[in-house]
């Protein structure tokens, strides 16, 4: 299959994977109708197209709790990306190192905090949620300090699992699901000898090292129903910032009060999601949620985004829409089951690709420039009436030219100086 754009990987993988494992990343919860309005809000945004700009010094770079990354794009915490590629963790922050952007390591990670933390050349930031096991919490925070983990994204929408019926008919769980999923591994040659014989061992890293246990896939959706905490509340945090001196990332934001419950919490930045549509089926999409909460708390903590984005053109639409950064999930997954690492590589630089077009078409040299201005039309306003994202006042560069074209040479020239 010849991948040319960022959404061919999801069909390659679906031709690699068993079901259980295309499904489970592919899929979302209840009716799915959370999932595919992250996908379509997001790509209704209309961009205003901007011509003679001379935008031929590109900066794709972004600047993140003191640190510079090549691109406004990091990898996003997935469960089980282990089970996608041989030993997927250490793959996908080997493919975030070449290419200078962060990957952050999952909870629910295949691959231990130590193994992914050895293959990296720069700190990883690792993803936790809130469990009623805070003996597990506190232990897995301590291993991410004393490996180097500098940032701490802490997940916050997943009080409860969501109901994700696609997993019960693709034999994730169900009826005789262990049988099924063998069937499928042998259905799937490729993926059975690199991943199923050579990717072992198959369990919970993170949470066999605290057990000091081996903690399969058998007891993965237990072991989560059974650990998430649905009493939690902001005050009960208090410990956690307390105790993690690095920065702290709060995941699951979509509503502006929430977020500004964050920075009042003490939060370094948040991410806005719904978490890729896999929790509250109903949900507003990111693109919804977005540009209330940057109008409540931009400039006074760091905004990442997630949810729907598929290209490079989505990575810009979600800083139009006032995020700082963009997180990736589904979509650096079906690159890595794809052609694991350099699937990966292949990807960031097609979304690379992507953003230099869409900033030399919105006249723009730099990611920081990119902002509501550049917005064409908001996107749709959903049932509730809730306020679409207003454009702001244009730059002086910006403006109309009300000046005879004789004279534009010269104020251009005068301009740069």
């Excluded at 066999?208 to 998430?228: C, K, M, P, Q």
């Excluded at 723009?364 to 064409?376: D, F, M, N, T, Y």
Aim: proline share 5%; charged share 25%.
């Amino acid at each position: 299959m010849i991948i040319s754009s960022a959404t061919d990987f999801r069909e390659a993988a679906r031709r690699k994977l068993p079901p259980f494992l295309f499904h489970y990343l592919d899929g979302g919860a209840g009716a799915e109708e959370t999932l595919r309005a992250n996908v379509s809000e997001l790509q209704s945004v209309r961009l205003r197209q901007r011509v003679l700009r001379g935008a031929e010094q590109l900066d794709l770079g972004a600047d993140w709790f003191g640190q510079h990354y090549d691109l406004p794009i990091a990898l996003a915490p997935v469960g089980l990306t282990g089970m996608y590629a041989r030993r997927g963790e250490v793959q996908a922050v080997r493919a975030a190192d070449r290419r200078n952007i962060p990957f952050i390591q999952s909870t629910v990670s295949v691959c231990p905090l130590s193994e992914v933390a050895a293959s990296a050349s720069k700190p990883i930031w690792f993803q936790l949620y809130v469990l009623k096991d805070r003996a597990f919490m506190r232990d897995v925070m301590q291993r991410a300090r004393e490996l180097g983990a500098t940032n701490l994204v802490f997940t916050v929408d997943m009080p409860v699992p969501g109901a994700r019926y696609r997993d019960a008919h693709s034999g994730m769980s169900g009826p005789n699901a262990s049988l099924r999923r063998i069937v499928q591994a042998m259905l799937h040659p490729r993926w059975a000898w690199d991943v199923g014989l050579f990717g072992r061992p198959h369990d919970l890293g993170n949470i066999s090292a605290y057990r000091g246990e081996v903690t399969g896939l058998e007891d993965y959706i237990g072991w989560l129903g059974a650990n998430f905490d649905p009493a939690i509340a902001w005050h009960d945090l208090q410990w956690i910032r307390d105790e993690w001196k690095g920065k702290l990332v709060i995941k699951g934001i979509l509503d502006a009060d929430d977020a500004r419950d964050a920075l009042v919490f003490g939060a370094d930045g948040i991410v806005v999601s719904n978490h890729g549509g896999r929790q509250l089926d109903g949900a507003i999409s990111t693109a919804q949620a977005l540009p209330d909460i940057a109008d409540a708390v931009k400039g006074r903590m760091t905004i990442f985004a997630d949810g729907g984005v598929r290209t490079g053109t989505d990575v810009f639409r979600m800083l139009a829409l006032g995020a700082d950064g963009v997180l990736l999930g589904r979509a650096f997954v079906y690159a890595l089951a794809t052609m694991g690492q350099a699937g990966v590589e292949k990807l960031l630089d097609i979304m690379a690709k992507d953003l230099r077009t869409n900033m030399v078409l919105t006249g723009v040299k730099s990611v920081r420039e990119i902002g509501p201005h550049l917005l064409a039309a908001p996107p749709r306003a959903d049932l509730s009436g809730r306020r679409s994202p207003q454009p702001v006042q244009q730059p002086a560069c910006e403006q109309r030219l009300d000046v005879p074209v004789a004279g534009f040479a010269e104020r251009t020239a005068a301009e740069k100086q």
